[in-house]
């Protein structure tokens, strides 16, 4: 049975990418909702983005990963002009596959919680898989 190469992608792996709300990142503005509120999918954006920060220092040339799961719940609302932080902890790491632990908060009070699940891939094999199937 052949090995599987070492993961180069340690559980514990963080990273925290910052947002200060515009009107442009409001559920009115991205069309989830009529409320001029931080929207749901600017809250999933940007704990996305943190996921990919945490692995880019050591993500191996010609790969990426990919969002494949994604739990999140949106427990408070974020008015324009706050800044909101998104957090990222790579909770797992097995195969392709990597799952993280994410919160977004505003200051003391937590925003949103979840997990994301990305998978590791080739990027050039992905994007033609991608241009062939449509």
Known sequence: ???QPESPFPPG???RIELTVT???TA?????GDVPVLGTPR?????????????AARMPAGRTTVGVRVELEHLAATPVGRTVVA???LA??????LLFEVTVTDGDATVAVGRVE??????QRFVERAVRAS
């Open 28 to 32: 009115l503005a991205v069309g989830s």
């Open 1 to 3: 049975m052949q090995e």
């Open 13 to 15: 792996l963080t990273a």
């Open 23 to 25: 009107d442009a990142d």
């Open 43 to 55: 809250v999933l954006a940007l704990a996305e983005a943190a996921t990919v920060a945490a692995t």
């Open 87 to 89: 957090r990222a902890r």
């Open 118 to 123: 990305r998978a590791l891939v080739d990027r």
């Open 92 to 97: 797992e790491a097995g195969g392709r596959r």
